[in-house]
């Protein structure tokens, strides 16, 4: 974890935080998701005329990935329909880190000591706190399908973080595996979207107030996860999965400053031991 691989990360985590909030601010999900999707797909279609191809090593996983990502999106879009993005969005991002860590030590025997598990443990203690706080600070009892929603799009989280750190290794072109994902996964919703509000000219009709903000999230988007990726190839997945849960911070930010959500007492100390946590995934790396 280098001075420039934690800058990365740390860029990545405030741009994701960023297009998750323009794409749950968007009350119509899957107006949302279409754009963020297509206008992913487009930015890879481009990208991939001007990158090499990925290695054929890495083809399986980036296949594997593009189901994953489907999956992740029809989660999400579930959630944020479901509930808050300041409660959503932590318990999304919350649920990975740990898993990722126990996913990489059994098929990347990537296997963290003692000070960077405990690294890994309080940073999602913290996540977890700050999830546990957006129901608290509602008064109100669980939303069950919506906090289930949730934890699966975190399990789904992990499931393509581990995926892809072995995939874009094996590539040779980080640029050209990411390319080629954003338009693997990318054409899904939007054929979705085509089958559901056809014909054609309605859904763009629907489309139009919305495409500034989404095309904007989808390169947000894919920045991010271009950071990802690029760092995943100069360290172990645990930590970045874990540092990259950062934008939690940023998300709880901007659900108070936008959304009028509460940021009290509670999510500071949440915080807080979040940012010990990363601190203690750092010092072990």
């Not at 874009?168 to 939007?190: D, T």
């Amino acid at each position: 974890m280098t001075p420039l691989v934690t800058a990365a990360v740390l860029l990545a985590a405030v741009t994701h935080a960023s297009w998750n909030a323009i794409a749950a601010h968007i009350r119509d999900q899957l107006l949302s998701f279409t754009l963020i999707s297509g206008g992913g797909a487009l930015i890879g279609a481009v990208t991939a005329c001007f990158v090499p191809l990925p290695a054929a090593g890495a083809w399986p996983y980036l296949i594997a990935s593009a189901a994953l990502h489907i999956a992740y999106y029809a989660l999400l879009m579930r959630s944020f329909s479901l509930g808050d993005f300041g409660q959503m969005y932590p318990i999304a991002r919350g649920t990975a880190p740990l898993v990722v860590t126990l996913l990489a030590a059994v098929f990347v025997s990537e296997v963290p000591d003692t000070v960077q598990l405990a690294g890994v443990a309080v940073a999602s203690a913290g996540l977890t706190g700050l999830a546990l706080w957006g129901i608290r600070g509602k008064g109100a009892r669980p939303h069950w399908p919506a906090l289930l929603a949730a934890g699966a799009t975190g399990l789904s989280i992990a499931a393509y973080t581990v995926v892809d750190g072995v995939g874009v290794r094996a590539s040779g072109s980080p640029l050209g595996y990411v390319a080629w994902l954003m338009l693997a996964q990318g054409l899904i919703i939007p054929l979705y979207a085509l089958a559901r509000r056809r014909p054609a000219a309605a859904l763009a009709t629907e489309l139009r107030p919305y495409a500034g903000r989404g095309l904007l999230a989808a390169a947000l988007s894919v920045t991010a996860y271009a950071l990802v990726l690029w760092a995943q190839t100069r360290a172990p997945l645990a930590p970045i999965a874990a540092l990259r849960e950062s934008s939690i911070i940023v998300g709880a930010a901007i659900g108070a400053l936008f959304f009028k959500e509460r940021f009290g007492a509670p999510r500071v100390a949440a915080a807080s031991l979040m940012v010990l946590g990363i601190g203690l995934m750092l010092y072990a790396s």
